[in-house]
């Protein structure tokens, strides 16, 4: 009776173990790819959330005091991609073009001059657009346009592609004496 048995057992071939080993080698490759596109995109995403919250920030911080000040003056032609911005005689905001990376940094205003600054972006930002246009009205407005690019590649190897963003606002003036 034993002898039977292990005459009709059988094994797999060999071909079927192949076959098995395809399909886990295609299924295995698949999910590596997958995992890898996911741990990029989570990436990609940071740089966006990092690049977005310090241009939020710095506008926040410019628009808190645009909207207390008294006085407004805008340094730089209406063109001019970097300008600088100087609320009640005390306080300025500009752009440190003194690195590779463009900070933005408030300064006090002391004598005619923007003096002790300190940065409100980090290094991973570059600040490539800072601009102000004052909007005639009663009350009077001021727009603000801020662009943030990161320094980080979002796109992966090869050449460096940034991404940009633009934040703008209009500020009512109510403080302006």
Not at 13 to 29: H, P, Q
Not at 57 to 72: F, H, M, N
Not at 79 to 91: A, K, P, S
Not at 141 to 168: C, H, R, W, Y
């Amino acid at each position: 009776m034993n002898k039977k048995l292990i005459k009709n057992e059988r094994g797999i071939t060999i071909i079927e173990l192949m076959v098995a080993m395809t399909i886990f080698v295609i299924v295995l490759t698949l999910s590596v790819g997958a995992f890898v596109s996911l741990i990029r995109l989570q990436s990609q995403t940071e740089i966006m959330t990092d690049t977005q919250q310090n241009g939020r920030i710095a506008l926040e911080q410019i628009t808190r005091l645009s909207r207390q000040a008294k006085t407004v003056e805008i340094v730089g032609n209406d063109g001019d991609l970097l300008q600088t911005i100087i609320f009640d005689e005390n306080v300025c905001f500009q752009v440190d073009e003194s690195d590779t990376i463009n900070k933005l940094k408030k300064y006090d205003f002391i004598a005619g001059a923007c003096v002790n600054g300190f940065t409100l972006t980090s290094s991973d930002v570059s600040i490539t657009e800072f601009n102000f246009q004052r909007l005639t009205g009663i009350p009077p407005m001021l727009k603000i346009t801020l662009i943030v690019e990161s320094k980080n590649s979002l796109i992966g190897p090869g050449p460096m592609q940034k991404d940009a963003l633009i934040l703008e606002t209009s500020i009512l003036l109510t403080g302006l004496e």
